[in-house]
């Protein structure tokens, strides 16, 4: 005659279709709505069962190699069904409460007197699934609301945008007509209105990585790039009297998301646009060699205030006089180059400026599926 342990798991493999299917009426008694497929609502839990088979014999040494309750993939999967077909959490806990009441009124009907070593693999198997069930449904609860006020956030900045656009164009045309005051009530209203611009694409941008999990790849110029954000700045440049001088070789071209990337420079730029005194000059470079790509924004801001570096890239984080903008240019940056596998420094050049260092891959390695 085998010992408790395996009489005990023998009588699970064997009976695993019927406590399952009494598992399964038990639940629809409790309320499980009857509009709910049978097939569903059983799920995995025959293979649940049938790791518990194969924990109780792993305990008698039977299947040494077996996966242990600690990393049960079969709970985990149920969880996230569960959260698919609209279960709330303590219907997911309750599910195990079940099984467990099951399983002692089959042990009690078979006549068997588990032992302390018994309970002991019964209690820390069901303990783990619960565990796993409830965790991995509490992440895929997470994701989808990530994504849900991501889409909204979107939404609402895409709404934004258009009115906004609409307004800048009108301001524009009435200006080149003649047809508005000139004087610093003007250029303040142009002010609030490219704030509130930078925000909203810096918003979309934020949502954007935040909501995809990873970046759309496509080959992009390096050359017209920096050309083209030269060509972008201009206005505000040859306002304050600086200069821009674009160091780069012809052709030279990077695997990257061109939004993204285009994001990052252009709040690298803006921030040197803004800082860089007046007379000043501000530098893009790109560099590579077999393996990555190095693109520079260098600014004649005067350096950074001492012990600033390391809270440069947080958000709402202003390390200059000028409040004009929102702290959020330089987090937004880093990110979108974190979302390329790249990193994103600063080297402060006392007395002088600061480089800014977009620090990339040309192979990225792809995401895990």
């Known amino acids: 005659m085998g010992t408790l342990v395996s ?70 999967g149920h969880g996230k069904q569960r959260f698919g077909l609209g279960y709330d959490l303590g219907a997911v806990m309750r599910e195990y409460g079940t099984l467990r009441d099951i399983l002692f009124q ?17 209690s820390q198997y069901l303990t783990a699934g619960v565990s796993d069930s409830a965790t991995q449904y509490a992440l895929e609860r997470e994701e989808a609301l990530r994504k849900q006020t991501a889409t909204h956030l979107g939404f609402l900045a895409h709404e934004l945008r258009n009115p906004l656009s609409s307004i800048r164009l009108s301001l524009a045309t009435l200006q080149h007509r003649g047809e508005l005051p000139q004087g610093r009530a003007m250029e303040r209203v142009h002010q609030g209105l490219q704030r509130l611009s930078e925000l909203i694409d810096n918003s979309l941008v934020e949502i954007r990585i935040a909501a995809l999990p990873g970046v759309r790849r496509e080959e992009v110029a390096i050359d017209e790039l920096l050309h083209a954000l030269e060509e972008e700045s201009a206005a505000e440049v040859e306002s304050r009297g600086l200069r821009v001088s674009v160091e780069v070789e012809p052709g030279l071209r990077l695997s990257a998301d061109p939004r993204l990337l285009h994001s990052a420079l252009s709040n690298l730029v803006r ?7 007046e007379g000043g000059a501000i530098y893009l470079r790109a560099k590579k060699d077999d393996t990555r790509m190095v693109l520079e924004v260098e600014d004649e801001c005067g350096g950074l205030p001492e012990g600033k570096v390391q809270s440069l890239f947080n958000p709402f984080v202003q390390v200059g006089k000028d409040r004009s903008g929102f702290g959020l240019g330089l987090a937004i940056a880093k990110q979108a180059v974190e979302a390329h596998q790249g990193e994103l420094r600063v080297h402060n050049l006392p007395g002088k400026g600061c480089v800014f260092v977009l620090d990339l891959p040309k192979d990225p390695i792809p995401p895990k599926e």
């Open 7 to 76: 009489q005990l798991a023998d009588v699970l493999e064997a009976k695993c279709e019927e406590l399952t299917q009494r598992w399964a009426d038990q639940l629809f008694a409790a309320g499980v709505p009857e509009s709910l497929h049978r097939e569903d609502v059983i799920d995995s839990m025959g293979e649940f069962l049938t790791e518990l088979v194969e924990a109780l014999r792993r305990e008698q040494g039977l299947h040494p190699h077996s996966q242990s309750a600690e990393a049960s993939a079969i709970a985990k």
């Open 271 to 277: 921030n040197a646009v803004k800082f860089t005194h």
């Open 106 to 122: 089959l042990i009690e009907e078979r006549g068997l007197s588990p032992s302390v070593r018994e309970f002991r693999v019964l």
